[in-house]
């Protein structure tokens, strides 16, 4: 039987490799979608313990056990998210798959979580800030030759690029060969023992001031639980001020040191 001829009018039917389809979603996007289905999942797990333990008439802990309605209902949520939290039923790993086309693995997002929620802690706390501040044309233009090294470090300790630009502003105005009195130096005026703490080896060079700066940054935003303004007062008064006044220190150059990054900070989210 002599062969037919066909007709092809679509050459991706017949092709001997596919084609790489573009990623969809970003790092920050995949975090958010593995956190939310391992929720649903959690949750689902919940409802059916729940549905389960009604089988049992006097509940988990009998009919006359002291709060054994609140025990009963902690020790569902616990199960289920201990359940959800390991290999769990499943469910979470089928909806990311179905979402983003790729296997859950959690502990991948861990840190890219943990970035986003101080990311969005500090952006919460910083909405009630002063108002916006401009700063001068001259120092906006020399920070612009940074950008590559304020987005790196943005990516890579989860600090909002804006803040870190803000810091910039206040500390040398963008000036790389900035000395202050106190021996502070660089683009974010790190003192010689926070550079050498945050694994600086030359504090001139811009790319490691201000990823070392950016660290210190995260460090105390951490430290503080994403409140950005005790972050400010420990970057400038440093932690230990912080911590023996409980809060803001008392010092004129501390609050206006709070108020001229976040006035900053401002004036570029208007941008």
Not at 104 to 119: A, C, G, N, P, V
Not at 141 to 163: C, M, P, Q, S
């Amino acid at each position: 039987m002599s062969g037919l001829p066909l007709k092809i009018s679509n050459d991706l039917k017949h092709i001997s490799q596919t084609p790489e389809i573009p990623q969809r979603y970003s790092d920050e996007q995949k975090a958010k979608i593995a956190k939310a289905s391992k929720d649903f999942e959690s949750l689902l797990t919940s409802m059916m313990l729940k549905e389960m333990n009604k089988t049992k008439e006097d509940g988990m802990f009998g009919e006359d056990s002291y709060g054994g309605d609140y025990f009963e209902s902690l020790f569902q949520s616990e199960i289920a998210n201990k359940i959800s939290g390991g290999s769990g039923l499943g469910i979470a790993s089928e909806l990311f798959r179905k979402i983003t086309g790729e296997n859950l693995d959690l502990s991948s997002f861990e840190q890219t979580l943990e970035s986003l929620r101080i990311k969005q802690k500090a952006l919460k706390t910083s909405n009630s800030a002063a108002a916006p501040i401009s700063p001068s044309q001259q120092s906006i233009e020399r920070i612009e030759k940074f950008d590559a090294h304020i987005n790196e470090a943005a990516k890579t300790y989860g600090v909002d690029k804006g803040l870190i630009k803000s810091v910039i502003m206040a500390e040398s105005a963008g000036n790389a060969n900035a000395y202050s009195p106190a021996k502070a130096k660089g683009l974010m005026q790190l003192i010689d023992s926070t550079a050498t703490s945050m694994g600086v080896q030359n504090v001139w060079d811009p790319r490691q001031n201000i990823m070392g700066g950016t660290k210190y940054l995260a460090d105390l935003l951490r430290q503080y639980d994403g409140d950005v303004k005790l972050a400010l007062a420990g970057y400038n008064a440093g932690p230990a001020n912080v911590e023996k006044y409980k809060g803001v220190p008392p010092f004129d150059e501390t609050k206006s040191y709070i108020s001229r990054v976040l006035g900053y900070l401002n004036h570029l989210k208007e941008l």
